[in-house]
């Protein structure tokens, strides 16, 4: 199994925008289970503890690096990311890992 987690932080923005942005984050994403071959689940946290330095996090598992791999481009994932995403991002960090 391959997990792929991703923490984002916004940009600045007013905290009704943001919410927004992460509400619509969080539907795109989650939106794309059953979509893309090998994607196994995927979920989107954004509610934060005060502790917290991201603004929101994808929790995703893939059958094999392969088809994360695929899931990048697909043109689905590729949407989401394009529209929702990336407008709205200053910093994204990532972690791939196998369990």
Same mark, same amino acid.
């Given at each position: 199994?391959? $997990?792929?987690?991703? !923490?984002?932080?916004?940009?600045?923005?007013?905290?009704?925008? #943001?919410?927004? &942005? #992460?509400?619509?984050? #969080?539907?795109?994403?989650?939106?794309?289970?059953?979509?893309?071959?090998?994607?196994?689940?995927? $979920?989107?946290?954004?509610?934060?503890?005060?502790?917290?330095? +991201?603004? !929101?996090?994808?929790?995703?598992?893939?059958?094999?690096?392969?088809?994360?791999?695929?899931?990048?481009?697909?043109?689905?994932?590729?949407? &989401? +990311?394009?529209?929702?995403? $990336?407008?709205?991002?200053?910093?994204?960090?990532?972690?791939?890992?196998?369990?």
């Amino acid at each position: 199994m391959t $997990r792929h987690i991703i !923490l984002w932080t916004l940009k600045e923005m007013p905290e009704a925008e #943001k919410a927004r &942005v #992460k509400a619509e984050i #969080k539907a795109g994403l989650e939106g794309l289970a059953g979509q893309i071959p090998g994607l196994v689940s995927i $979920r989107v946290e954004t509610r934060r503890l005060p502790s917290s330095n +991201a603004d !929101l996090m994808l929790d995703s598992s893939f059958e094999s690096p392969a088809a994360l791999a695929a899931y990048a481009t697909h043109p689905a994932h590729v949407a &989401v +990311a394009d529209g929702k995403v $990336r407008p709205y991002t200053a910093v994204r960090s990532c972690l791939d890992f196998e369990e």
